[in-house]
């Protein structure tokens, strides 16, 4: 038998991709290092498309995107677009590649990223498997302490069997081909162990790679708490990466950043100061730019060149603007710099929202009309995010609550360790590599 590890990576959905694909490239750094192929249950894998890795199985894009779970619309749409048909084909070809190595003498095993559906093909396939959890936490239902309040009758069901997985996917979890279990944070992970399933809280790959371009540290000086009252809010604005959702975001988000910058004025006016605010919007290289800098535009944004900004920043393909002593960045290619630059950040996104938090900061949200970052969605992930996350119902409470929450600077402070609890720190994707490889090969 071959001594090389052949390993199929399966995940369902975008995000789940992106995940895989920190794993993937930390076991390909390694000295053991398996044989992977990959195969993406939803969607077509894009995330996948920088290794020069096979794909087995045919890949193909559903209505819903993968967001069947928030709306059961969504789902129709998805069954009749061919989702029962897919999986059992997926479930079919899966098997064969099980198969074809155990026919070449090789030893195969799973590695399953996402919710239930890649853990339930992990257990069908008959060999061993692994499972990354990224769908769910216990901070959904609970903090460290107690269960969450909550009035509607769907949370009974959460967590009606003392953990936010169900009886079922415990099961699957349990079984003894199923090696080890990586689920998206400590406190998931400690109520699993004791609940029968090797688990391992190795951190969550969503905090790796976020760099930024410059140093992170801060030197402190005489007069550091001086400088600290003069220097510009810095916030960035996070719209989502689906078009067309992120562009109705936007509107949303530019309502938010008018009544910031109606507060801050009303507040230099009565304190005689005049603090200016640093706007930096994150938006990902797939959505058109154009269309975010027309509503700057229209709303009275002057554009200036990137040297007329006080302060460096590493995107000579930013697009710049300013009004009166307020500035603002559009970036497709500093996403990193972003979040590490700001105090804050008005938020209607995803991963990005969550990645953010977990450098120890703290994001105002905004529901809006989906399909992703829905009143429903928003309110998960404020209990998902605990005390990092803000929900502001209306954009136009954003100054309100801002100058609110500014108010009270200890809150800075449990929020910075809120954020690294709930998150982990960085160097997940290679500690659960090389525990992949412990336990697999």
């Not at 108010?407 to 720190?425: Q, S």
């Amino acid at each position: 038998m071959s001594s090389q590890l052949q390993l199929l990576v399966l995940s369902n959905g975008h995000g789940e991709d992106i995940i895989a694909g920190k794993v993937v490239q930390e076991l390909l750094q390694l000295e053991d290092s398996p044989q992977i192929s990959i195969f993406p249950l939803v969607g077509e894998g894009h995330a996948y498309k920088k290794f020069d890795i096979e794909f087995i199985g045919a890949v193909q894009a559903m209505p819903s995107g993968g967001f069947v779970y928030m709306d059961s619309k969504q789902l129709v749409r998805d069954v009749k677009g061919g989702l029962v048909q897919l999986t059992l084909n997926q479930i079919k070809t899966m098997k064969q590649w099980v198969k074809a190595q155990n026919a070449s003498g090789k030893k195969s095993a799973i590695l399953a990223v996402g919710d239930i559906v890649p853990l339930l093909f992990g257990f069908f396939s008959g060999v061993n498997y692994a499972f990354i959890g990224t769908a769910k936490s216990e901070y959904y239902v609970r903090d460290e302490v107690k269960l969450l309040k909550r009035n509607n009758k769907g949370a009974y069901w959460e967590n009606f069997s003392g953990s936010i997985y169900h009886p079922w996917e415990r099961w699957l979890m349990t079984r003894r081909r199923c090696k080890a279990v990586f689920p998206r944070d400590s406190l998931t992970t400690e109520i699993l162990q004791k609940m029968g399933v090797r688990a391992f809280s190795l951190g969550n790959p969503m905090m790796d790679g976020l760099e930024p371009s410059f140093p992170t540290y801060r030197t402190y000086s005489i007069d550091a708490e001086h400088k600290e009252i003069i220097r510009p809010l810095v916030v960035t604005l996070l719209p989502g990466s689906r078009a067309p959702e992120a562009y109705a975001n936007w509107e949303q988000i530019m309502i938010g950043v008018s009544s910031l910058l109606e507060k801050m004025r009303a507040t230099d006016v009565a304190t005689h100061t005049s603090r200016s605010l640093v706007l930096l919007g994150a938006i990902t290289p797939s959505l058109d730019c154009n269309i975010f800098s027309n509503t700057l535009i229209s709303q009275g944004w002057r554009q200036i060149s990137l040297e007329e900004l006080p302060f460096k920043f590493h995107d000579n393909k930013a697009l710049t603007f300013k009004q009166k002593n307020a500035y603002f960045v559009l970036t497709q290619n500093a996403y990193n710099d972003c979040l590490h630059m700001a105090d804050m950040a008005i938020a209607m996104a995803g991963t990005a929202t969550e990645q953010f938090i977990g450098l120890g900061k703290p994001a105002f949200t905004i529901p809006g009309k989906g399909p992703q970052f829905t009143k429903g969605f928003a309110e998960a992930q404020s209990r998902l995010l605990g005390d990092s996350v803000i929900l502001v119902e209306q954009a136009a409470d954003i100054g309100k609550q801002v100058q609110h929450f500014f108010a009270y600077p200890d809150k800075l402070h449990v929020i910075a360790e809120n954020g690294l609890r709930r998150m982990g720190r960085a160097g997940a994707a290679q500690r659960i590599a090389q525990c992949i490889i412990d336990k697999l090969g």
